[in-house]
């Protein structure tokens, strides 16, 4: 394993296993999980359901497989559910709610950087027979697409209450409810408690390779299980990759915070660079705004001074603190973001 020579800040998503964690997974006790359950996989599973404060949870290869599976279960063909405007399930599942599901979104554009309980309500349409019904509410915390945005415990119970009065299961895509949970120092549980299904993943800040898991209740999961399989999702000796995912829980979870602390910090070196905007960043995703749309040449510019970042569209760039670059890593890639910044926009 060798450093890669450029500091990689794109995503949470680019961190490697490492050295424990490749031991864990070596070592790892398996079965057959598509015939009767792999040993670590169960552990994982019941650990998840726990922390969670659901009856049971069920291992994905992916987030997006674990969120389309339960949209598949909570919803039917022919009607729509509610999700923020900016929604990882909206933008960045290439319309499975559509091709999958055969539902549609409809996208909730809130006030601020997430929507809130009143903007769920105005969105709700009054039924007719001529418009599609609601079927479900899809939340996102922490909400990738608005900077790693934390929705706080009171707006989750808000918003739950919301979609209670109109008889909406809740959905929560929590791939970073970990974050979450480290920035408002709550247990998972109390986050999850505000949604009937849960995604986490396990391949984002927490540093597995591979995988989610989807919580809910016993009959939820049940029929979740079934699409899981529908979808290819089964795996065999799936107990290889839930060590890991079980390994970053153990080791990775309670250092979540330095990712906080980096993130801040590089909002703090490079607000102002050139006339750039940072949006203050609750958790490990820090998203900056350009005065012209120059994002390629800012991105570009980083990258040659040694610092990957991304551009999120073209006046806006994404910068994400991650296990693989500690807090002196960060400092210095902030000096050379913020540089790249000037050289671009000031030139
Ligand atoms: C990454 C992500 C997903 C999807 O997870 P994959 O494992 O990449 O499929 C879903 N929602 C959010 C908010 C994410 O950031």
């Known amino acids: 394993m060798s450093a890669p020579s450029f500091i990689d800040l794109r995503s949470d998503t680019v961190t490697r296993p490492t050295a424990a964690m490749r031991r864990a ?35 994905f290869p992916s987030g997006s497989m674990a969120n389309q599976a ?97 008889h909406l299961p809740v959905h929560l895509d929590g791939a970073r409810l970990w974050n979450a949970a480290t920035a408002l120092q709550l247990p998972l549980s109390a986050l999850a408690s505000c949604a009937d299904s849960v995604m986490v993943s396990f391949s984002k800040g927490l540093g597995a390779p591979v995988g989610a898991c989807l919580a809910g209740s016993e009959a939820f999961i049940t029929k979740a299980h079934r699409v899981r399989k529908r979808f290819g999702g089964g795996m065999r000796q799936s107990g290889i990759l839930t060590a890991g995912a079980m390994y970053a829980l153990q080791h990775q979870y309670d250092r979540l915070a330095e990712d906080h602390a980096s993130a801040t910090y590089l909002a703090h070196v490079v607000d102002g660079a050139g006339g750039a905007t940072v949006v203050a960043p609750d958790t490990n995703i820090v998203m900056i705004d350009l005065p012209s749309p120059k994002a390629a040449q800012v991105v570009a510019r980083a990258a040659a001074l040694g610092v990957r970042i991304t551009e999120w569209h073209s006046s806006r760039v994404r910068a994400v603190t991650h296990l693989d670059a500690p807090a002196g890593v960060v400092a210095d890639a902030a000096a050379r973001i913020r540089q790249a910044f000037e050289d671009v926009l000031v030139a």
């Open 25 to 59: 997974m070596a070592e790892a006790e398996v079965g057959d999980d598509v015939l009767d359950g792999d040993p670590t996989t169960r552990a994982l599973e019941a650990t998840v359901a726990e922390r969670l404060g659901k009856e049971r949870a069920l291992f």
């Open 70 to 166: 339960a949209i598949w279960v909570h919803t039917t063909p022919g009607t729509e559910l509610l999700c923020d405007a900016e929604a990882h399930i909206y933008h960045w599942e290439i319309a499975a709610v559509a091709a999958l599901c055969g539902v549609q979104c409809r996208p909730v554009r809130g006030q601020g950087r997430v929507f809130r309980a009143e903007d769920l309500r105005a969105h709700i349409r009054t039924p007719s027979i001529h418009a599609p019904e609601p079927s479900l509410v899809c939340l996102e915390n922490t909400h990738n697409g608005a900077g790693g945005a934390v929705t706080s415990l009171a707006d989750m119970q808000a918003l739950q209450a919301v979609a209670r009065e109109h």
